[in-house]
């Protein structure tokens, strides 16, 4: 490389601003030293993002800065956490000076977003690689948990869901509404922080809202009921959709199903507080929408306003008799 590994971190890894008053050494020591508040549990996660599997070759710099830190942001919203340090791998194939500008700019600014200091990492030479870890925070027994609902509860999601995907499917080019959606996901702090404590269970959807509403019903073998016409869907969405012919528009309609990296939340509500819970949820930067209901019966059935049941055609899924569907 032409600059030194110390001088990569020096130059583009050093956190610049007012730094947290709970990290007391941060990037240059030979580890992290942070403290950490009373009667707050910590929430830790790492997500790993590498060229080729996560992004598409030619992603730009500042779109893997960014979706590096916002994935990991995302977990911690599932869990209800405020962000407050993360740490950085970063393995990488050459030394290009714009290339390592845009990506710490880009992974600066959304940490600065949410008040989140860099205090440390590691840095290597090889095939492109980015993995983060994030470290929150959460007042003790408040976190939001994947395991929780009850039959009864209202299903939620945040924002629309269907457009990093139908970018993926459609090959996008970088700077499009949809491929934003794709290069740019928003961590939905604001809406885990209204949740906590309130939420019956939650979780991130980066694997598709089938999957991943599959994982809060799992452990306690719960299904549920979507309507499909229900499910947010951005005007882009709508509009790119259109331009497609009729078979295409049928088999992309449901991406909000199947599609992965969304990075929205799911969470379920108790009947009872969805009405207050909403009126909270009035106040974030996005919009929540009900999607479905929790039943006691196993599996996930769909269906359309017109009444009829929909049967997803998206691969992946373990279909059943009843036309009800069990995430992988
Ligand atoms: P060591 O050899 O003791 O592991 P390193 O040279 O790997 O030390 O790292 C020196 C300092 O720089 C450490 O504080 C480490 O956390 C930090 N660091 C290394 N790489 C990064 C990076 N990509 N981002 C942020 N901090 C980093
Ligand atoms: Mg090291």
Known sequence: MAESEFEIIRRYFTPTGAGRDDVVAGVGDDAALLRTPPDAELVVCMDTLVSGVHFPDGTSPAAIGHKALA???S???AMGAEPAWVTLSLTLPDNKPAWLEQFSRAFFKLAARYNVQLVGGDTSRGPLSVTVQAHGFVPAGQALRRRG???GDRIYVTGTLG???LALQLDMAPGTALRQRLDYPWPRIEAGRVLRGHASAAIDISDGLLADLGHLLEGDDLG???QVDDLPRSGEFL???KRLDPDRQAYFYELPLSAGDDYELCFTVPEPYSEAMESRLAGIPC???AIGVIEAAAGIRCYRKTGEQYRPAASGYLHFN?????SR
């Not at 009843?322 to 069990?326: A, I, M, R, V």
């Open 71 to 73: 994935v990991n942001l």
């Open 224 to 226: 549920a009921v979507l």
């Open 322 to 326: 009843d036309g009800s569907l069990l």
């Open 163 to 165: 457009d990093a995907g």
């Open 239 to 241: 509009a790119s959709l």
């Open 287 to 289: 919009e929540c929408t």
């Open 149 to 151: 609902a009850q039959p």
């Open 75 to 77: 977990d911690l919203a």
